[in-house]
């Protein structure tokens, strides 16, 4: 198969773009369109390719935070729950995006300014477990939005888990890993036609976001500390904010 330099350029940027995310348990979809975009890759190409390097990079990415113990089942299960059925259905429509993308926008670009101020210092105090039926409620909204957007949903689940108390950082890391594979698998399925538009680089492109999420989920095991995420996290948020509101 013949590669050409742009090729190799765009699988640069994802690769980067894969450390980024999957140090704070995220897959990276929302960077990886930004970067398809800029690249001029058809519109038709970007979601299903996104959604495709997703589950690679979450199935890698929660397996790492998992096997570390950054995990509980307690917290994920009734969002999944709520967010299977709402994933496939975002991903079946094809809603004008300038309203929600907006809405969304800001509101992760506020979650970023929360996490480096003073309102993040009640992070990673008293945590408690999530009411059933919320955390069901708060899955189906994060589902749809995530199947709409062709995302994995973990730009909204993090923050949202932290400022509610339900977790830790690192291990809201590996809940949201595994959460963002279930999501982009079923916003998959509802969105299944698109993968006739996968593109002929997507081999070198998962390459690309694996050889990042090796680099990128060692850091955030290793070396990051709990204020380090919510500095890495801040970032995410911001670029993916921006990213909704200028496209």
Request: with cysteine; proline share 4%.
């Amino acid at each position: 198969m013949h590669f050409e330099s742009i090729d190799f350029a765009i699988s640069l940027c994802l690769l980067f773009g894969a450390v980024l995310y999957t140090s704070v348990g995220h897959a990276g979809a929302s960077i990886y369109i930004a970067i398809m975009t800029l690249f001029n890759i058809p519109s038709s190409i970007i979601k299903p390719t996104a959604l495709v390097l997703n589950i690679f990079i979450a199935s890698f990415t929660s397996w790492r935070f998992i096997q570390r113990g950054f995990f509980d089942l307690k917290v994920l299960l009734p969002i999944a729950i709520g967010a299977i059925p709402f994933a496939f259905l975002g991903g079946y429509m094809n809603a004008p995006s300038h309203i929600y993308k907006s809405i969304v926008g800001i509101i992760l670009l506020i979650s970023a300014v929360s996490l480096v101020t003073n309102l993040s210092n009640k992070i990673d105090t008293n945590l408690k477990k999530p009411p059933f039926p919320m955390a069901v409620i708060i899955g189906s909204l994060i589902g749809f939005l995530a199947g709409l957007t062709g995302t994995g949903g973990g730009i909204f689940l993090s923050p949202l888990i932290l400022f509610l108390g339900w977790s830790s950082t690192k291990t809201t890391s590996g809940i949201t890993a595994l959460f963002i594979l279930i999501n982009s698998s079923f916003g998959l399925l509802g969105n299944y036609s698109s993968v006739q538009y996968l593109p002929n680089q997507l081999t070198l492109f998962i390459s690309a976001t694996l050889i990042g999420a090796l680099i990128g989920t060692t850091i955030g095991i290793k070396f990051y500390t709990t204020n380090t995420i919510k500095k890495v996290l801040a970032l995410v948020l911001v670029i993916a904010g921006f990213k909704l509101l200028l496209t």
